[in-house]
């Protein structure tokens, strides 16, 4: 229960249950779920260009010559690649930083993957870089930053629009995410 309770999003009375699924599992479910994390360990590791997870050196979205080279879309971590990716719109390339910068816990510049990109988007014919981070404190300073490094490149830099959820009740909402719906705004 200690080691499972250690998972992210895992509390004490969670980890419980899963202790005592995997007790009551048949071995082999638990030697199976055993053989899987031994394996991510050992066979999981970044993507030299982009620094998404991979099986191999280059994970299966820097490999698709269909994906549009001329866009990068920078999001924090790989779990971000999915959220997009899921959508099934972007068919454009990635880059993961692997973080975001935070003054307050010591995360700087040289922390993440931000002179990489820097590095694709001056050797290649990178048109457009697309920045998803996430609206917190973190991911606007990180967006701030990369709009700042970009700026004397020749790729414009976008910021994803940010706002009011589909199906979100304005009133409900709040200044912030009001405010940013509004500056977001288009033509209809």
Known sequence: MQELEKLPGIGPRT?????????????EQAEALAQAIRRVKREISYCRTCFNFTEGDICRICADAQRDRSLICVVGEPHDVMAVERMGQY?????????????????GPE???????????????????????S????????AEY???????????????????????ELDYADDITIARAIEGRREM
């Open 91 to 107: 068919k454009g390339l990635y880059h993961v930083l692997q973080g975001l910068l935070s003054p307050l816990e010591g995360v």
């Open 15 to 27: 980890a419980q249950r899963l202790a005592f699924h995997l007790l009551k599992a048949p071995a």
């Open 135 to 142: 609206p917190t404190p973190e991911g606007e300073a990180t």
């Open 111 to 133: 922390d993440i993957r931000i002179q990489e990109l820097v590095e694709r988007v001056r050797g290649r014919e990178v048109q457009e870089v697309i920045v998803a981070t």
């Open 146 to 168: 990369i709009r700042g490094l970009l700026a004397d490149l020749r790729a414009k830099v976008t910021r994803i629009g940010l706002g009011l959820p589909i199906g979100g």
